[in-house]
Structures are given as C-alpha cells and as structure tokens.
C-alpha cells in the first residue's frame, strides 16, 4: 500500500463554519506534511510533524489547526476562514529512515472554496 | 534556505528527449536535489533524487554539475503522459523532519 489518502475531496463552507480535512497513510512513515497549493502556483509548506509530535510550523495563521491523533492520521481542523484560503490542500508523509527517507508521497489533495 | 530556478515553461515532441534544467547557485553541502512532477488534478509525485553523482531510474535521468550549482532532469523519450509540471528542490534538513520548498517549476508541454 504506497497511498495517501485525502478526504474530503472536495468541500465547500462558509467563513463561520468548523469543518476539517483528513488524511490517512499505512506505509508506517513517521513524517506528515500539509502543504497549500493555490492555482497555478507551486505547494506551500504549513505544517510538519515527525513522530506525532508537530515540529514545524510555517507561521500559519491559527485558524488553521493540525491535529495527529496517530501515526497513520493526519487531520487539518477549519475555522472562521477567510475567502482568500480557498485553494488545494496537500497531505503528504515520509519514511524516516532507510534509502527512501525523505520522499515525500502525496495525496490527491483536498479542494477547498470558502464562500 | 537555497533556491532553486527554473524556466516557467518548456515544449518537447512525443518520443523525444527532454531536458528540464535547474540552477541552485546557493546550494549547501548538505542539500539533495530532489525533482517531483505535478501531473493535473492530482498530488506531486517523486521523480528522481541525487547528491553528488548522476543518477538513473525507471522514469528520468539526473545529471548534476561537478560545482552543485545546476542539474538538468532528463525524460529520454517523452510522452503525451509526461507533460506536467516538473519541480526542482533542495531537500533541507529541519530538526526532526525533513522539509520540502518547491520553486517555481517548469510547466512541461508534450506535443504529439
């Protein structure tokens, strides 16, 4: 099983709604990612977590939280968000050891539009 | 952290080589050079990665400068399947994890 799996795929909500985005992997990597991916323009790094523990950061603002209950989930909790953060969210996750340590292996992607 | 540059867009024809070039002037000891392509409606996916030698793999070539300071992507026979956006990163190491910055990348056009 070499799959991120990324869910919803698509969701629509208002800017007072809470609402999350779910990502799962079963290839036992110890690292997970959020990247923000706005159109026609590359991923952007938000959040890293290695071992469940989060260790990065990208100065996201905090109506965007990350939560990883375990070391297959990663979830990116919603709320009050602005019109201007719709875009695709990716999740991402990495072995931490051995030859592919560091290679990242994406999901489809989460499309989000905050009305 | 080092940057990498590339050109916003390249076309090759179906069956052909393609070479996707990328310069990292500032590029540390340490850095991996990493390519990923982003085909549309869906996630990036890793190509090919390399430190110092050239390396080969079943989707691409990587031939890296003796300096560091560029690296060209090489597609030997390019496929209406392969046009993407291909981008080329410096892998940084962060505390705990490791990190990826895309830049910019190529918008690769195939034509039949």
């Known amino acids: 099983d070499t799959e991120v799996t990324q869910t919803p795929k698509h969701l629509v909500m208002g800017m007072t709604n809470k609402k999350s985005l779910k990502c799962e992997q079963h290839?036992?990597?110890?690292?997970m990612y959020w990247y923000k991916q706005k159109a026609k323009k590359p991923p952007e790094l938000m959040f890293v977590y290695s071992y469940e523990k989060l260790s990065i950061n990208e100065s996201v603002p905090s109506r965007f939280s990350p939560e990883c209950p375990n070391s297959s989930l990663l979830n990116l909790h919603l709320h009050a968000l602005q019109p201007e953060d719709s875009a695709l969210y990716l999740c991402?996750?990495?072995?931490?050891?051995?030859?592919?340590?560091?290679?990242?292996?994406f999901g489809e992607g989460s499309r989000l539009t905050v009305l | 952290d080092a940057k990498t540059t590339q050109p916003n867009s390249m076309e090759s024809n179906e069956e052909e080589p393609v070479h996707l070039p990328c310069n990292h002037s500032t590029i540390s000891g340490t850095d991996y050079i990493h390519w990923y392509r982003q085909l549309p409606s869906q996630g990036p996916e890793y190509v090919i990665h390399?430190?110092?030698s050239n390396v080969n793999n079943r989707m691409a070539s990587l031939a890296i400068a003796e300096d560091r300071k560029s690296s060209t992507l090489i597609l030997h026979r390019a496929t209406l399947r392969d046009a993407a956006v291909y981008y080329c990163?410096?892998?940084?190491?962060?505390?705990?994890?490791?990190?990826?910055?895309f830049g910019s990348g190529t918008q690769l056009t195939v034509l039949p």
């Open positions: 290839m036992g990597h110890r690292a």
């Open positions: 990163i410096l892998r940084a190491y962060s505390g705990s994890a490791r990190q990826l910055t």
């Open positions: 991402a996750s990495s072995p931490s050891r051995g030859g592919r340590a560091g290679e990242l292996f």
């Open positions: 390399g430190l110092t």
